[in-house]
T-cell receptor, first 113, second 115 residues
Framework: DQQVKQNSPSLSVQEGRISILNCDYT??????FLWYKKYPAEGPTFLIS?????DKNEDGRFTVFLNKSAKHLSLHIVPSQPGDSAVYFC????????????FGTGTRLTIIP | NAGVTQTPKFRVLKTGQSMTLLCAQD?????MYWYRQDPGMGLRLIHY???????AKGEVPDGYNVSRLKKQNFLLGLESAAPSQTSVYFC??????????????FGPGTRLTVL
């Protein structure tokens, strides 16, 4: 039972345009959501997060939107740059869950110069 | 600070052999985790620890054992390796208040192949 779903395995975007990565979840106990970025042969690195009490969090070129009623979040990257080419994982955490994360399957983003 | 380090980086085992993967962190984090990453599956939690001397099962614990004898180290053991355990293994650590958002910090991974 996949509690965090990333239905797009891959996405290609022109450099300078907006990249939108989507994530859906089923567990209503999730109260904190994170995005990680992963380059080949490296470990995932934290990118941005959002608490369930907010609907938007912005950090430079990265913005995460949360729609709690739809159990959906999205990551917007604008403008997209070649260095953004990576695999992006959505992750979710339950309150009082010992900080455990449940990850989605990832979306491979390719920025086309 | 080295952050989270993993040893070894690569390993090839034969079915039935045993091995131990070592994770070390120098951030004084309370929590440590072992994940495996398989194609199309994302990262799945194997075992985790909320403090020195404690361990708990994650989503896919079968075939693995762990130990946390020292706060900075978290060991993952495979007693009798099977081809299904071919994967990339990631260790992570965190603490309440770590980073900007209590996020987990990951090591570079260990690529394990079981023949």
């Amino acid at each position: 039972d996949q509690q965090v779903k990333q239905n797009s395995p891959s996405l290609s975007v022109q450099e300078g345009r907006i990249s939108i990565l989507n994530c859906d979840y089923t567990n209503s106990m999730f109260d904190y959501f994170l995005w990680y970025k992963k380059y080949p042969a490296e470990g995932p690195t934290f990118l941005i997060s959002i608490s369930s009490i907010k609907d938007k969090n912005e950090d430079g070129r990265f913005t995460v939107f949360l729609n709690k009623s739809a159990k959906h979040l999205s990551l917007h990257i604008v403008p997209s740059q070649p260095g953004d080419s990576a695999v992006y994982f959505c992750a979710a955490r339950e309150s009082f869950g010992n900080e455990k994360l449940t990850f989605g399957t990832g979306t491979r983003l390719t920025i086309i110069p | 600070n080295a952050g989270v380090t993993q040893t070894p980086k690569f390993r090839v085992l034969k079915t039935g052999q045993s091995m131990t993967l070592l994770c070390a962190q120098d951030m004084n984090h309370e929590y440590m985790y072992w994940y495996r990453q398989d194609p199309g599956m994302g990262l799945r939690l194997i075992h985790y620890s909320v403090g020195e001397g404690t361990t708990a099962k994650g989503e896919v614990p079968d075939g693995y054992n762990v130990s946390r004898l020292k706060k900075q180290n978290f060991l993952l053991g495979l007693e009798s390796a099977a081809p299904s355990q071919t994967s990339v293994y990631f260790c992570a650590s965190s603490s309440p208040g770590s980073g900007r958002y209590n996020e987990q910090f990951f090591g570079p991974g260990t690529r394990l192949t079981v023949l």
